[in-house]
């Protein structure tokens, strides 16, 4: 009940005050909680890779320590985009898998995938052996794509609805968790740990996050809506009821089910029982489906574009470029960014994600993150750090700039899009729509990490014009939300439909799915044995 209290004061929406207390029990966060390490998987690597490929050690390990600046930068971009290639090709497949399997036991895979990769990884690092290295980038890339599509559709499909936005924002609070505990790893190893483990030791611990995932999620139940997908309804509502904490029962639970039924029944009415291929077409060929994937598509574009991994996978490359001396100042700066990260996404996920909403959120930080990567352009442009002389004013004020950009980032397009993208797909639809938006991501994800080093040499001074182009992109996120993304904060995911147009689903259909939902409700639940 004192969760349920202290929600209550916090989430500002009609649900918060329409639904039980009981709901929003212990069991629904530890789920999320377990589940969100998989975006750890992918922070823990962002903050692991860009630091240890700045130290010296690791340069002069891989043999590439005297090569050119222009050579240099290419072959860092070459091992941090490889993982990039193995979570674009985990999109391709995990879609199936994930219908086929469920949530739960693709979510345990995942970890144990990863975690092969993080020991490959270690052994090339070990070895100096770059071919290892690259291999174990991307069996790592297959586990960290696989968990991008899992862990918010499986979040989304078991939270409440009213608080469905912030616990489906524990997935970015874990992803920059993660960047910030690899980033004060790397500092940490700088300046306590020599020979070898400098730099093996922070690859290794990327196995921390997987392990948990894979043991967190072997003792979470399955997605009560990926059982009631394939008629486990028995299944459907033993974990319903326990993820609510209501008995069988209650309205509400009762009420979630008639829902479940009703939406599956109808979309099963419009399209029947479909192949990867008729998915596809329904998802692109009824107006309702195709908006809400050209929008997904869109929405992780403009994540990309805003260069949120050009600042994490190469934050210290950055802030020497910014006027900072040497290795050790930079990760020290790194860290404190991955601080401010963590803070700034707790806050969001606490204070704003269920009650300010969705596309506002994403409106007001499209804009203020334009304003501050044009700040540190301008800096770049008419100031420039000069080599062997202090950081002017100025770049100070840039430095700054960098800091509040992530904290409009993580107020905003960081949890916002997985939010919106996981929630907005009709349920058959919401696999192959969350890992649309993943394939979209992790393919533009591999663009700016192959191509960021190469700007900050061709764009300008240090790169100031790499600065302007995603404070372009910034402004014109905000304006492409204001004008085509709704609101979705508060309604169930059975409501989306009708959000988008696609009314035709609910009123073709008879009372079948109110019979089954009642036929449901007049059976005992069993314990699975």
């Not at 009821?241 to 009762?254: E, F, I, K, N, T």
């Not at 700007?455 to 085509?484: D, H, I, P």
């Amino acid at each position: 009940m004192a969760i349920a209290g202290f929600l209550r004061r916090i989430v500002k929406n009609d649900a918060m005050k329409e639904d039980p207390v009981e709901i929003y029990g212990w069991r629904v966060f530890a789920l999320a909680a377990a589940s969100c390490f998989g975006g750890m998987l992918f922070g823990w690597d962002i903050g692991a890779i860009g630091g240890v490929l700045a130290m010296e050690a690791t340069q002069k390990q891989f043999g590439y320590f005297d090569a050119s600046k222009a050579d240099k930068s290419n072959q860092d971009q070459n091992i941090v985009s490889t993982l990039q290639g193995g979570c674009f090709a985990a999109c391709l497949i995990t879609p199936y898998l994930t219908d086929r399997f469920g949530r739960r036991w693709c979510l345990i895979v995942t970890g144990i995938i990863t975690t092969i990769g993080v020991v490959f990884q270690a052994a090339s690092a070990e070895h100096g052996n770059l071919p290892l290295m690259y291999v174990g980038r991307f069996v790592a890339g297959l586990g960290v794509g696989a968990a991008s599509m899992l862990t918010p559709l499986y979040v989304s499909e078991c939270a409440p609805r009213a608080i469905r936005g912030g616990l489906t924002a524990f997935y970015q609070l874990f992803i920059v968790t993660g960047t910030m505990m690899a980033f004060w790893i790397n500092y940490g190893s700088l300046l306590h740990i020599t020979g070898k483990a400098l730099y093996a030791v922070p690859l290794a611990l990327q196995a921390v996050p997987a392990v948990f995932l894979s043991i967190g999620m072997f003792f979470c139940p399955e997605s009560p809506r990926w059982c009631a997908k394939q008629d486990h309804w028995e299944r459907t509502k033993e974990i319903l009821v326990r993820l609510r904490g209501l008995p069988a029962d209650h309205s509400y639970a009762q009420g979630e089910l008639t829902e479940m039924a009703t939406q599956l029944e109808s979309e099963r009415r419009l399209v029947g029982d479909a192949t990867a291929i008729t998915l596809l077409k329904e998802m692109w060929l009824i107006p309702g489906n195709r908006k809400r994937a050209i929008l997904t598509v869109l929405l992780m574009i403009c994540q990309q574009m805003a260069g949120v991994n050009a600042i994490n996978y190469y934050a210290p490359q950055i802030f020497k470029n910014l006027g900072m001396k040497g290795t050790e100042p930079s990760l020290f700066a790194t860290g404190v960014y991955g601080v401010v990260k963590v803070a700034a996404c707790a806050c969001f996920l606490t204070f704003v994600a269920d009650s300010l909403g969705r596309r506002w959120s994403l409106i007001w930080t499209g804009f203020a993150q334009g304003l501050a990567m044009f700040v540190v352009g301008i800096y770049g442009r008419v100031n420039p750090p000069v080599e062997g002389k202090p950081i002017p004013p100025f770049g100070y004020v840039a430095i700054t700039c960098i800091f509040l950009w992530t904290v409009f980032f993580q107020f905003g397009w960081g949890p916002c899009c997985w939010i919106v993208i996981s929630e907005i797909p009709t349920a058959r639809l919401r696999a192959m729509n969350v890992a649309l938006g993943a394939l979209t991501q992790w393919l533009f994800n591999f663009i700016i990490a192959r191509t960021v080093l190469t700007m900050q040499l061709t764009m300008g001074y240090k790169g100031y014009g790499m600065f302007f182009m995603f404070g372009s992109f910034g402004f014109a996120m905000g304006t492409f939300v204001y004008f085509f993304i709704p609101e979705t904060k508060g309604l169930s995911l059975e409501k989306m439909d009708e959000l988008f147009g696609v009314t035709q689903l609910v009123k073709n259909i008879d009372e079948e799915p109110e019979a089954r939902a009642g036929n449901i409700r007049e059976q005992p639940v069993e314990k699975r044995q």
